[in-house]
């Protein structure tokens, strides 16, 4: 209870909202310049031509997996201000399917906006190939830009921040190492999105939550113009999980290591 007030006045405080503050677009190309390249010598890239200046998504096949498997890599584009500049950034999901059941695993690149064009943040690629597993270091590399999929924003308008709320959802093969909902935050010094603790009383991350929950996030790839439908409501299936897996009591010291420690005091509370 004292948590949850806490972090009720932490959010009276931050003035938060999912009305979120239109960004500008770089005066460069729309797209950044590798996706440019692939949408003009590869048919399977062909939807990125598409893309305008307007959308606030993109979304669409990439190269097959397999040669005659017609297992296809999925990409998704969101665009949200992620640094908090007032530049529009792109937010990439690169989706690895695994088989044709479904099982799937990705990696995320950040390609920050600004007046000269796109910058890159991610895994080590070479510059003809696409932002996913598979290329250059991109699978040793995955733990450092694995922020999660379908990303939401919650927007503080005390600060001008914009908060990123992600998970990796059922059939996703890392969700046991990563279970329940992040909260990211901008950070400046590491120049990447970095995961907050919502389980910490009284945190900022601790009243985005309590926030989401009540009133849900802003989706930047929802396809209908209605606000009602643009909104990604709390699933306490995906919070149910993360304390499932969070209170296990096989788990090892390696993995409790991983886990918020006032998660792990709230699990032995409740034994």
């Known amino acids: 209870m004292l948590a949850l007030a806490c972090a009720a006045a932490h959010a009276q405080d931050m003035r938060l909202t999912t009305e979120i503050p239109a960004c500008r677009m770089p005066a460069s190309p729309v797209l950044p310049a590798k996706y440019r390249q692939l949408a003009r010598k590869w048919k399977d890239f062909a939807w990125l031509r598409q893309v305008t200046r307007n959308d606030e998504s ?8 397999i040669d005659g498997s017609s297992i296809h890599s999925w990409f998704a584009f ?9 530049w529009c950034d792109w937010y990439i999901n690169a989706s690895a399917p695994m088989s044709t059941g479904g099982d799937d695993d ?5 390609y920050l906006g600004k007046s000269s064009g796109w910058s890159r943040i991610g895994a080590t690629l070479p510059d003809n190939k696409p932002d996913e597993l598979g290329f250059g270091n991109a699978d040793d590399e995955q733990e450092r830009y694995l922020f999660g999929e379908e990303p939401a924003v919650i927007h503080d308008a005390a600060s001008a921040t914009n908060y990123i709320v992600t998970a990796l959802y059922s059939r996703h093969v890392r969700r046991y190492e990563y279970p329940g909902y992040r909260i990211l935050a901008w950070d400046t010094g590491k120049n990447t999105l970095r995961p907050l603790d919502k389980w910490a ?4 991350a601790a009243a985005v939550y309590a926030f989401f929950k009540a009133h849900g996030a802003y989706v930047p790839s929802a396809t209908t113009t209605q606000p009602q439908d643009r909104i990604a409501h709390f ?4 919070e149910s999980y993360e304390l499932d897996m969070a209170c296990d009591r096989d788990k090892s010291a390696e993995e409790k290591a991983t886990v918020s420690p006032h998660l792990l005091a709230r699990c032995k509370r409740q034994r």
């Open 78 to 86: 969101a665009r949200i201000d992620m640094n908090n500049d007032g």
């Open 106 to 110: 990705t990696i995320n690149t950040l």
């Open 58 to 65: 993109a979304g669409g096949n990439g190269w097959e997996r």
């Open 235 to 238: 699933d306490p299936e995906v």
């Open 201 to 204: 009383p009284g945190s900022k």
